[in-house]
């Protein structure tokens, strides 16, 4: 269990990659906790919120024992060492640490992988950045119902053709139609808000159903069926748990509608993916938008990477220009919950791990 720890004798240590004045803002938010940053031992950012940095970094011998060491002394990291889930599993050997603030909002795959003890999965917290991502998840989720609904794939194979069609083919309105969000937790929320903002009928998916505000039904996963069966566009927001592995699978796809359009910013284990490609084959989709994949990166073989109505994404649509400055505002207010003995924000499951 976590320690309630004095204002005086708290120490962090930032284990990734951190822009100088947002390390200054957590120090200057909590002027007593003492905040260990040594950008020399991190790998430089390629671009904003590269949290694992560049892969040719290297440290010397003398770096990586002083990495380490500055981890070991801390009661509390911003990031998990070398951003994977073997660095979570070597510091997890510190008697000291107490709490982890990782970057990644599906942190509960990385604490899964690293295997820890039922003694140190009860001593260490882990908590994700979910919901810093909502509003650039949301975002990704509307450009790919639209791109769906509006037929964006055909277009561009039009112009890569230089065809001009004779006949001219309506598209669909956005406005009115119906929405199936698996998974109404923050992103999920923020993806009906903008949903409804376009006059989007939302629907969708929570583990315990209950009436919420703009939304027009909520049902379990045992509800899916039904709900699919009038959707035009279905969004996966839930991550990978055993619960949800190819949760979105032949019987889903059996029970829509043809030409339901397929969003996936969850996690890519969520879909069956041989059940959506027979789905994209035989109609019953007509575009999916898929930022994860059950591999990643996803294999050179996969049919996904040339179907023609399918956009990869490499695992992207969470990132933004404003997602280490959002982390580190999360942190500050958790820092202070954890000064104060409080319940922090977004704790991983560390039965369920997400």
């Known amino acids: 269990m976590m320690n309630t720890m004095t204002l005086n004798n708290l120490t962090v240590a930032i284990a990734v990659p951190l822009e100088s004045e947002l390390v200054e803002a957590i120090r200057s938010a909590h002027p007593t906790v003492t905040v260990l940053h040594e950008p020399e031992l991190l790998p430089p950012e390629r671009f904003p919120a590269d949290h694992a940095g560049d892969p040719a970094f290297q440290r010397t011998a003398e770096q990586e024992a002083r990495y380490w060491e500055l981890l070991n002394s801390a009661d509390v990291l911003y990031g998990l060492p070398n951003e994977n889930a073997a660095g979570l599993a070597t510091i997890a050997s510190s008697t000291k640490l107490q709490w982890i603030q990782a970057m990644a909002a599906g942190a509960g795959g990385a604490v899964k992988a690293a295997k820890l003890s039922t003694d140190d999965l009860a001593r260490i917290t882990v908590t994700s950045s979910a919901g810093v991502h909502a509003l650039p998840l949301a975002e990704f989720a509307m450009m790919g119902a639209l791109n769906g609904i509006k037929r964006t794939a055909e277009l561009a194979a039009d112009q890569a053709a230089k065809h001009w069609p004779e006949l001219r083919t309506p598209t669909r309105l956005a406005s009115g139609s119906n929405v199936v969000i698996t998974g109404l937790g923050e992103i999920g929320l923020e993806t009906a808000r903008l949903a409804r903002a376009l006059g989007m009928n939302v ?12 939304i027009d039904k909520v049902t379990d996963t045992a509800g899916l069926p039904g709900l699919v069966a009038t959707a035009d566009v279905l969004i996966n927001t839930l991550p990978g748990t055993p619960y949800t592995e190819k949760m979105i699978n032949s019987e889903i796809f059996d029970a829509m509608k043809p ?51 399918v956009l990869v994404s490499p695992h992207t649509s969470a990132l933004s220009s404003a997602e280490n400055r959002l982390i580190a505002e999360r942190f500050i207010e958790n820092l202070k919950r954890f000064q104060a003995g409080g319940t922090l924000l977004h704790a991983v499951d560390p039965v369920h791990f997400y």
């Open 259 to 309: 030409g339901t359009v397929l969003v996936n910013v969850g996690r890519g284990t969520v879909v069956d993916e041989d059940a959506l490609l027979a789905a994209l084959d035989n109609g019953q989709v007509s575009y999916a938008c898929l930022d994860v994949f059950a591999v990643e990166p996803l294999p050179a073989a996969s049919p996904l990477w040339e179907h023609p109505r």
């Open 203 to 214: 629907s969708g998916t929570k583990r315990s159903v209950e009436d919420i505000a703009g």
